[in-house]
């Protein structure tokens, strides 16, 4: 069988090294296909775990709209196809490189495995394009790989076949757990030596991430509002890794430039931010990996969403959806940090770093056997 895995963004990257790396150990041959969705940010995902794109497309343009990113993405995605027939391609998540690379290769008789399969707000608009992404990803798809049984009884309830579904948890936590055993001997950088430098860790340090495009304008605009209010506190700290869009970037550093106790860093490479995560005491974000990475390092995630399509850890307590309600956000943060005991033993519904090796396993016993 001839296997193709193929991805575009760091979050996708982060998620699918871990299969790329038990594949390897296991030396069952495959193809690694990168769209370059994200650019700098999956070179040093990349980097980090050793890998090496068969096949790079290297499509990201400045300002390219959605259509003109997909375009380019079937295209090129078809004049592979063309050069080599593949039986099986493993796409991740909900995003565009996901749903485009699922329809090239449908397109071309080939089957499609969706790893992170069945997450739902069932709001097409929230969050957005991901939501869709993720429905037609599915809806390709031959095999699901589901983080959780929440996740496999969506795809039941979309009539999916219960012999294509395999529940994983999710290989987030999988990568989480190399980089924490990597770290915790010895490995650093020179941004994680330089965040030492900078960060305060004897104060309670506030992480903030934001990328929806659902909140570009007000929302932005709320989340900065509140992270103002918050920095008055100055027994506080604030990270703020301030993402590559210029619409981010526009209105963040507008607003939150020159506090003394608010850090307005560059996007840091993945060890460097998992090592940020491990010394923070709350994480202000719309990321839906930091969602499920956060419960592993018993820290909790103020979830600026309306919507999240990873309930099990607001179930669990893990994480609090506030949208970009600025006094939400206030509340709530203020609630967690005057708490006694600010970090505490969490539940984590999101896996139990196994993921990889169990979709690993699946594909040999289910699908090379057929091929």
């Known amino acids: 069988m001839k296997l193709l895995i193929c991805f575009g963004t ?3 990257a982060i998620k699918m090294a871990p299969i790329c790396l038990v594949l390897k150990k296991e030396n069952i041959p495959f193809k690694l296909c990168v769209t370059a969705q994200h650019r700098e940010m999956l070179d040093q995902v990349l980097g980090f775990f050793d890998l090496a794109p068969d096949y790079d497309l290297n499509i990201m343009q400045p300002n390219q709209s959605l259509n003109m990113l997909s375009s380019r993405i079937l ?5 592979i196809f063309e050069k080599e027939s593949f039986d099986l391609v493993l796409v991740h998540g909900d995003t565009t490189t996901s749903s485009l690379v699922a329809l090239a290769a449908f397109h071309r008789n080939c089957k499609v495995a969706h790893v992170e399969a069945g997450l739902r707000t069932y709001n097409k608009h929230s969050p ?3 939501e869709l992404n993720r429905q037609l990803t599915g809806r390709i798809a031959d095999f699901h790989f589901s983080p959780t049984k929440t996740s496999k009884q969506n795809l039941l309830n979309e009539n999916v076949q219960e012999s294509k579904i395999l529940i994983t948890g999710n290989t987030v936590i999988d990568a989480l757990f190399i980089t924490l055993n990597r770290i915790d001997n010895g490995y650093t950088n020179a941004s994680i030596e330089n965040l030492k430098k900078r960060i ?4 309670k340090n506030i992480l903030v991430t934001g990328h929806r495009r659902e909140s570009f304008g007000i ?3 709320n989340l900065c ?8 506190n100055k027994d506080i700290e604030i990270v703020y890794p301030v993402h590559l869009n210029p619409k981010v970037q526009k209105t963040v550093y507008h607003r939150l430039s020159g506090i003394k106790n608010i850090h307005l860093i560059a996007p840091l490479d993945y060890p460097s931010f998992i090592w940020l995560m491990s010394k923070s005491n709350l994480i202000i974000s719309d990321s839906g990996g930091i969602q499920e990475e956060a419960p592993l390092l018993n820290i909790p995630v103020l979830v600026t969403r309306e919507t999240t399509e990873r309930n099990e850890g607001i179930k669990s307590g893990c994480s609090i959806l506030v949208g970009t309600n600025t006094t939400r956000i206030i509340e ?6 005057n708490a006694g005991n600010i ?4 539940s984590n519904p999101y896996g139990d770093g196994f993921g990889a090796v169990k979709i690993v396993d699946f594909i040999q016993n289910n699908i090379f056997e057929d091929a």
């Open 10 to 12: 760091r979050p996708e």
């Open 332 to 337: 709530e943060a203020n609630r967690i940090l």
């Open 225 to 232: 509002n509140a992270i103002l209010k918050l920095s008055q």
């Open 128 to 130: 957005f394009p991901e």
């Open 75 to 79: 295209s090129e995605m078809d004049n």
């Open 200 to 203: 305060d860790c004897s104060k």
């Open 219 to 221: 929302g932005f605009e």
């Open 343 to 346: 970090k505490y033993k969490m």
